[in-house]
């Protein structure tokens, strides 16, 4: 099992940037990541993820704008955001699971605030 601790958020304005981390507390070799986000008043979705062997995937609201990547050796995962919009507001999550295995691990949330 890994523990997943996240940062990176605050608040930006409209079309600026932003780069999450997530850092795990061991090897993240045989894991597969994603970013989740839960925007105000709705359920949590999918924002990006990558496979072990670094392909990647993004939901249609993210994509051209945000990049996922990951770097085995820091056991860190970034995503970064670029032409932020107000919609992108929301609590981002870092996710985790094991390759051929149930387990999975969540972070704790880090807050991504877009300003008009």
């Known amino acids: 099992q890994v523990q997943l601790v996240e940062s990176g958020g605050g608040v930006v304005q409209a079309g600026g940037s932003l780069r999450l981390s997530c850092r795990a507390s061991?090897?993240?070799?045989?894991?597969?990541m994603a970013w989740y986000r839960r925007p105000p008043g709705k359920q949590r979705e999918l924002v990006a993820s990558i496979a072990t062997g670094g392909t990647t995937n993004y939901a249609e609201a993210v994509k051209g704008r945000f990049t996922i990547s990951r770097d085995n050796a820091k056991n860190t995962v970034y995503l970064h955001m670029d032409s932020l919009k107000q919609e992108d507001t929301a609590v981002y999550y870092c996710?985790?699971?094991?390759?051929?295995?149930?387990?999975?691990?969540w972070g704790q949330g880090t807050q991504v605030t877009v300003s008009s």
């Open positions: 061991g090897s993240i070799f045989r894991w597969s």
């Open positions: 996710y985790a699971k094991l390759w051929a295995s149930p387990s999975i691990a």
